[in-house]
């Protein structure tokens, strides 16, 4: 069963436009990761953030993360093109297996 | 990139024939995941090694699947018999270097087709 789950399935914004992306998840973690995944490919990791922290900054990428509301966000400012993908919320135990949720499509018009 | 490569990456078989995918990390590791991706369930974790060895292997759907990793070097997945049902993305993926916290690198994925 998915651990995580992504919202919305799928937003399509313009390039230049923010998107913001939702997970929600149902058991307590150590930490909670953000993956981007382009059509064929595999998953890339973006960003971290552990159960202690409630924002993070990685480029144009700020996650935050409510453990009271056991949720998270992925905002990406200025989007690209370029940043047209599938975006995973992923959550683990620490050291061991991830468990991914079921993802957002987020399609940037040029 | 950390280094995972898959084999094949695609693969179209009949039902009822064995499947054997492989995963091959450039860096050894100890510690590596299969995981399977499809529309209707999304990524589900199959099985991880940690020290070469089975720690989970819960997320294998049944005897049909097995999987291997006799070193740090190489894994397998196998599928025997294989049915439609099996078609899906199956990736591995393994933790970057010691001092990580927990992300991993995926490879490209072998995408498998049984009609």
């Known amino acids: 069963s998915q651990q995580g789950e992504e919202d919305p399935q799928a937003l399509s914004i313009q390039e230049g436009e923010n998107a913001t992306m939702n997970c929600s998840y149902k058991t307590s973690i150590n930490n909670l990761q953000w993956y981007r995944q382009n059509s064929g490919r595999g998953l890339v990791h973006l960003i971290l953030i552990r159960s202690n922290e409630r924002e993070k900054h990685s480029g144009r990428l700020r996650v935050t993360l409510d453990t009271s509301k056991k949720s998270s966000s992925l905002l990406i400012t200025a989007s690209r093109a370029a940043d047209t993908a599938s975006y995973f919320c992923?959550?683990?135990?620490?050291?061991?297996?991830?468990?991914f949720g079921s993802g957002t499509r987020l399609q940037v018009q040029p | 990139d950390a280094g995972v490569i898959q084999s094949p990456r695609h693969e179209v078989t009949e039902m009822g024939q064995e499947v054997t995918l492989r995963c091959k990390p450039i860096?050894?590791?100890?510690?590596l995941f299969w995981y399977r991706q499809t529309m209707m369930r999304g990524l589900e974790l199959l099985i991880y090694f940690n020290n070469n060895v089975p720690i989970d292997d819960s997320g294998m759907p049944e005897d049909r699947f097995s999987a291997k990793m006799p070193n740090a070097s190489f894994s397998t997945l196998k599928i025997q018999p294989s049915e439609p049902r099996d078609s899906a993305v199956y990736f591995c993926a393994i933790p970057p270097p010691p001092g990580n916290t927990g992300e991993l690198f995926f490879g490209e994925g072998s995408r498998l087709t049984v009609l």
């Open positions: 992923a959550t683990g135990p620490g050291r061991r297996a991830l468990t």
């Open positions: 860096s050894g590791h100890n510690s």
